[in-house]
T-cell receptor
């Protein structure tokens, strides 16, 4: 089955800096790659996603890039703000249409 | 404007007891999911329902059963609770399969 690895496990940046979180996946048939944000004690929230026929997608301060050849995808957050502090999860949907595999999460802390 | 509603929010059980976690969505979504979240392990899919009347096993289905009662409701049952099932359980829904969009607030379950 699909295996998703996520790095780093923790990331601390200063307010205004950029943050990058990287994920690799194993199933070359994977076709859907969402990112979720989870604040402490809250539900996961879908913040952006990308499909395998697209190389990059942006939504205001966040962007996701996909490299199908290398089987990795990344989340980029620019001009970070304290409210960006949360755990971020990547995920990949493999060849079996309904099964999404999650990474283990990155705890992002934005310091003043 | 409720989205995905889970009950209960907290529960403590003794080993061997049974219970049902309830989930309902009001967005007319076809697909519903049950995940468990353990520290350092991301979210793992327990069961999935592509549409009313269908269910499918996820990564970690052992010890659980599900019922898709109608389009709105998807329940998760623990027949004989074990300490290894202590976790936070999230229900989610989506219009299309394999891409959970909206999560509930979670059920924090402790089994002694």
């Amino acid at each position: 089955g699909e295996n998703v690895e996520q790095h780093p496990s923790t990331l601390s940046v200063q307010e205004g800096d950029s943050a990058v979180i990287k994920c690799t996946y194993s199933d070359s048939a994977s076709n859907y790659f969402p990112w979720y944000k989870q604040e402490l004690g809250k539900r996961p929230q879908l913040i952006i996603d990308i499909r395998s026929n697209v190389g990059e997608k942006k939504d205001q301060r966040i962007a996701v890039t996909l490299n199908k050849t290398a089987k990795h995808f990344s989340l980029h957050i620019t001009e970070t703000q304290p409210e960006d502090s949360a755990v971020y999860f990547c995920a990949a949907r493999g060849g079996t249409a309904s099964k999404l595999t999650f990474g283990t999460g990155t705890r992002l802390q934005v310091t003043l | 404007n409720a989205g995905v509603t889970q009950t209960p929010k907290f529960q403590v059980l003794k080993t061997g007891q049974s219970m049902t976690l309830q989930c309902a969505q009001d967005m007319n979504h076809n697909s519903m999911y049950w995940y468990r979240q353990d520290p350092g392990m991301g979210l793992r899919l327990i069961y999935y329902s592509a549409s009313e009347g269908t269910t499918d096993k996820g990564e970690v289905p052992n010890g659980y059963n599900v019922s898709r009662l109608n389009k709105r409701e998807f329940s998760l049952r623990l027949e004989s609770a074990a300490p290894s099932q202590t976790s936070v359980y999230f229900c989610a829904s989506s219009e299309q399969g394999g891409q959970p969009q909206h999560f509930g607030d979670g059920t924090r379950l402790s089994i002694l």
